[in-house]
């Protein structure tokens, strides 16, 4: 429904600004597909509410519409409405307009929308989208329904349609970098919207949001630091935002792909290996020896390495399928990762550095979410930096494992809900591109030598 309507906009001539509340990589990957510029993603579990008006306004400066997709039902969060859809509304001051599956249900739709009207009536539904409904007859039954019933007004009835499918897996849909949406397919999603939806009274419906002045940015002091970022089909979950954190303090992004270069790029201060689906091209990536043998050298001789769930697991010794079998990775971190059938740890979590890390002294914290479906099975003698807890199981664990200046967790990690994290990241990636530095300039230029003089941060 979000691709479809910023699909229709677009083809008005508007610029559409897309958000995603809630933590996801998958949908801003497609919503940017269709908009044609970065999607950003607002969360009140992850961001403070500062933050969330920051990142909102300043993403919709230049905008003509902003349409920001929802997570789970309307009012689910941590713990009662925390990190809800309807608690980022309020917030920004948004209106909803609520989508609601339909198939099989003739008047207890109606029912359902008035339920919502009346929970929490600080959340303003300004409009009503059936989806999934079958023929005329039935669109004609949840119409009266809703005008007997209901305050909010029907803004169409979406029926079923098997030529626009986004497929699935395990984790979600397939990513934008996997070409899934063609041109043809927007171009169709937009054609449902027209023919099914009043985008009029839609437009009509939604006020004018007044967007406040955007926080302003003290350019960066320029600098030659260089990060380089895995970016392809196994690996491409990143916040928009964590990547511009690290512009602002002063580093270049740099991607890389390690399914299909050679090697790293040259000159970097360090890398930063996201999540994605590494699984999927094991073989591949276990075939590129020339680059994780790179990887691992890098790391080896003091280069700081961040590195979040996929990039965890090409850091370890070893990924082993579903089916048993064993694809070798970087061999930097002695950790074995098994694929599981389920997903393993899934939700929000808070972690807090037990040591000096490599994003920030000892005591700090940040928060993020896992969502994964794989297990480490083996742990050599390596050092754990955090102490990680999921708020909707109250449990707890010891993880982030650490050697040199390389820190790998399955934990996603959202820079901007520690406002010194980038920062203190970008400071020890500059102290460690230094110390290596100064180290050449005396002389010791071989990896050999470099590795054995190597301090960690």
């Known amino acids: 429904m979000s691709l479809a309507l910023a699909a229709a906009l677009r083809k008005k001539g508007l610029k559409v600004q897309p958000f995603k509340c809630g933590p996801d990589f998958i949908d801003p990957g497609h919503h ?25 306004y300043s993403a919709a400066q230049n905008a003509d519409a902003c349409i920001v997709e929802g997570v789970m ?44 009207e009346v929970f929490d009536p600080k959340v303003k539904i300004v409009g009503v989208i059936f989806n999934k409904v079958g023929g005329e007859g039935h669109i004609r039954i949840l ?62 419906r939604v006020p004018d949001i007044r967007i406040q002045p955007a926080k302003k940015v003290s350019p960066a002091t320029p600098c030659a630091l260089r990060v380089g970022v895995a970016r392809d089909r196994a690996f491409s979950f990143y916040y928009e935002e964590n990547l511009e954190a690290l512009r602002a303090c002063g580093a270049e992004i740099v991607e890389f792909s390690p399914l299909n270069d050679k090697s790293l790029p040259p000159l970097l201060d360090a890398l930063y290996l996201g999540g994605g689906y590494p699984e999927l091209y094991a073989g591949k990536l276990s075939g590129k020896r020339p680059m994780l043998d790179a990887i691992r050298q890098f790391g080896q001789n003091g280069g700081p390495i961040y590195a979040e769930c996929g990039g965890l697991m090409l850091l370890g010794e070893e990924i082993v399928d579903r089916e048993g079998q064993s694809f070798p990775m970087a061999g930097l971190m002695p950790l074995r990762v098994q694929m599981t059938d389920r997903l393993v740890k899934f939700g929000y979590a808070e972690v807090r550095l037990n040591a000096e890390g490599l994003w920030g002294p000892a005591g700090d914290a940040a928060r993020g979410h896992s969502f ?59 102290r460690a591109a230094s110390g290596r530095r100064a180290r050449l300039q005396h002389g010791h230029s071989s990896l050999k030598d470099d590795a054995i003089r190597e301090e960690t941060l």
Request: glycine share 8%; with cysteine; proline share 4%.
């Open 372 to 430: 994964h479906c794989s297990t480490i099975t083996e742990v050599g003698n390596i050092a754990r930096n955090y102490l990680v807890r999921y708020p909707s199981s109250g449990r707890e664990e010891e993880e982030g494992f650490r050697i040199k200046n390389v820190l790998a967790s399955y934990i996603h990690l959202h820079f901007l809900s520690n406002p010194n994290m980038a920062v203190c990241l970008v400071e020890n990636i500059r």
């Open 73 to 116: 039902g309307l009012f689910d969060g941590v713990r009662g409405k925390s990190g809800s859809t309807a608690e980022l509304a309020k917030l920004l001051g948004l209106p909803v307009v609520l989508v609601v599956d339909a198939s099989a249900m003739a008047e207890s739709a109606a029912a359902i929308v008035r339920g919502f």
């Open 143 to 204: 119409r009266e329904a809703m005008a007997n019933d209901c305050s909010a007004p029907l803004l169409g009835c979406l029926p079923q349609n098997e030529k626009i499918r986004i497929p699935e897996r395990y984790l979600g849909l397939q990513t934008a970098e996997e070409n899934c949406l063609t041109e043809e397919a927007i171009s169709m999603l937009a054609g449902m919207a027209e023919r099914w939806i009043d985008l009029h009274a839609l437009l009509v």
């Open 32 to 56: 940017a597909r269709v908009c044609g510029r970065p999607a950003r993603n607002l969360d009140g579990w992850m961001l403070s509410p500062e933050t969330n008006r920051e990142i909102f």
